[in-house]
């Protein structure tokens, strides 16, 4: 997380973005928050195999297999399909492509590796985000920004409870200002804001205290480890951020890292419950 000097350039960057994010959630044709999610996976791939993949042709073909993986995660019919057909494709792409284009031996299985981390964590993992507005009807908006709310309150909170309160280290190895207070608060703090959510907009009422706080605690937990995992990445290459799009905010996928462990949760519980 940013220090507190940042936060004036995080506010900002929120001021101007959350606006139009918000536009884009709430307009009623899914395809449009599919186009910009789209866009994003891109990006978030783009930052992704710049950090992991050397040669820019790999880049390139990572992201051309990457976005063909994403679209047919998302249009695909009927239901099963789009998921076969999205990740063996994002295991046999690489597969296929290195066997043609090995290069250095000794670095392939590392860079087929890569590429698939890629395509499944930078591309299919934003599809999420999309699928909840496509099948969750009236209410996908309201749960999206719910993800949205649980993802960055927990970051919120977590980051204050942790510098006020906190002193025993988290994983100290990976992120070194993470303290297990901050993550307790973070999760606190993201319950709360789901209250809060669900009392305001009606088209949550029919979630039960228990749905509220098991899909934004358990959801403050698994954005705690999608935090956590893209910081350990960056660590293994090197890398403070992952870009640097966002002012104050580093690139997207510093920004999206929790998003996107907490939107395949939420659509999942959705569907179960």
Same mark, same amino acid.
């Given at each position: 997380?940013?220090?507190?000097?940042?936060?004036?350039?995080?506010?900002?960057?929120?001021?101007?973005?959350?606006?139009?994010?918000?536009?884009?959630?709430?307009?009623?044709?899914?395809?449009?928050?599919?186009?910009?999610?789209?866009?994003?996976?891109?990006?978030?791939?783009?930052?992704?195999?710049?950090?992991?993949?050397?040669?820019?042709?790999?880049?390139?073909?990572?992201?051309?297999?990457?976005?063909?993986?994403?679209?047919?995660?998302?249009?695909?019919?009927?239901?099963?399909?789009?998921?076969?057909?999205?990740?063996?494709?994002?295991?046999?792409?690489?597969?296929?492509?290195?066997?043609?284009?090995?290069?250095?031996?000794?670095?392939?299985?590392?860079?087929?590796?890569?590429?698939?981390?890629?395509?499944?964590?930078?591309?299919?993992?934003?599809?999420?985000?999309?699928?909840?507005?496509?099948?969750?009807?009236?209410?996908?908006?309201?749960?999206?920004?719910?993800?949205?709310?649980?993802?960055?309150?927990?970051?919120?909170?977590?980051?204050?409870? /942790? #510098?006020?309160? *906190? #002193?025993?280290?988290?994983?100290?190895?990976?992120?070194?200002?993470?303290?297990?207070?901050?993550?307790?608060?973070?999760?606190?703090?993201?319950?709360? /804001?789901?209250? $809060?959510?669900?009392?305001?907009?009606?088209?949550?009422?029919?979630?039960?205290?228990?749905?509220? $706080? $098991?899909?934004?605690?358990?959801?403050?937990?698994?954005?705690?480890? /999608?935090?956590?995992?893209?910081?350990?990445? #960056?660590?293994?290459?090197?890398? #403070?951020?992952?870009?640097?799009?966002?002012? *104050?905010?580093?690139?997207?996928?510093?920004?999206?890292?929790?998003?996107?462990? $907490?939107?395949?949760?939420?659509?999942?519980?959705?569907?179960?419950?």
């Amino acid at each position: 997380m940013p220090p507190l000097g940042n936060l004036a350039s995080r506010v900002l960057v929120a001021a101007i973005a959350v606006p139009i994010l918000l536009v884009v959630i709430y307009q009623p044709y899914h395809q449009v928050l599919w186009a910009v999610m789209f866009v994003a996976s891109l990006l978030a791939m783009y930052e992704l195999f710049a950090m992991t993949l050397e040669d820019r042709t790999d880049r390139v073909a990572g992201l051309v297999l990457g976005a063909a993986c994403s679209a047919a995660f998302y249009w695909l019919e009927p239901q099963q399909a789009p998921v076969l057909v999205a990740f063996l494709g994002a295991f046999f792409g690489p597969a296929v492509y290195y066997l043609f284009r090995p290069g250095d031996m000794t670095t392939a299985a590392q860079r087929i590796a890569f590429t698939t981390l890629g395509i499944i964590y930078g591309g299919l993992l934003f599809a999420f985000l999309a699928l909840v507005k496509r099948d969750m009807g009236p209410r996908g908006g309201d749960f999206i920004v719910l993800i949205l709310c649980t993802a960055w309150l927990s970051d919120t909170g977590g980051y204050f409870a /942790g #510098k006020y309160l *906190g #002193k025993k280290k988290l994983y100290p190895a990976v992120s070194p200002n993470k303290t297990w207070v901050g993550s307790i608060g973070g999760a606190l703090t993201a319950i709360a /804001g789901g209250f $809060v959510l669900e009392r305001w907009r009606p088209q949550l009422h029919d979630l039960t205290w228990y749905d509220v $706080v $098991v899909l934004t605690g358990a959801g403050s937990v698994f954005g705690q480890i /999608g935090d956590l995992a893209e910081s350990l990445l #960056k660590r293994s290459r090197g890398v #403070k951020d992952s870009g640097a799009i966002l002012p *104050g905010h580093g690139g997207l996928l510093d920004r999206v890292d929790a998003v996107l462990f $907490v939107a395949p949760f939420f659509y999942l519980y959705a569907l179960l419950r």
